[in-house]
């Protein structure tokens, strides 16, 4: 199976930048297309962004256009997202995920999910 693995969250003020990194391993993880998802408090969680196999096309809700980009290395296996300009809105647990087409990804139904990790924007 893929597991996925979350890395690169932590405190940061308003307008700030964090880089999140997503490791994968097991099978073919190059197969997949990955995204990330937040949820916040007393929230339910909603997409962010996500990215194809090659990462040729991606995709982000509205909320971080402009502000948040998606990269992925498939030599290294990793799934970035870079968060510039961070607002207090974005304070959230990312969750990475991965699944076989954008498709099932940004409708969050991906085979995999990843622990989280919290990130915190202060006023």
């Known amino acids: 199976q893929v597991q996925l693995v979350e890395s690169g969250g932590g405190l940061v003020q308003a307008g700030g930048s964090l880089r999140l990194s997503c490791a994968a391993s097991?099978?073919?993880?190059?197969?997949?297309?990955m995204g990330w998802f937040r949820q916040a408090p007393g929230k339910e969680r909603e997409f962010v962004a996500a990215?194809?196999?090659?990462?040729?096309?991606?995709t982000y809700t509205d909320a971080v256009k402009g502000r948040f980009t998606i990269s992925r290395d498939n030599a290294k296996n990793t799934v970035y997202l870079q968060m510039n300009s961070l607002k207090r809105e974005d304070t959230a647990i990312y969750y990475c995920?991965?699944?076989?087409?954008?498709?099932?990804?940004?409708?969050?139904?991906?085979?995999?999910w990843g622990q989280g990790t919290q990130v915190t924007v202060s006023s």
């Open positions: 097991g099978r073919t993880p190059g197969y997949y297309a």
């Open positions: 995920a991965a699944g076989p087409n954008l498709r099932t990804v940004v409708g969050g139904i991906g085979d995999y």
């Open positions: 990215i194809s196999r090659l990462g040729i096309s991606t």
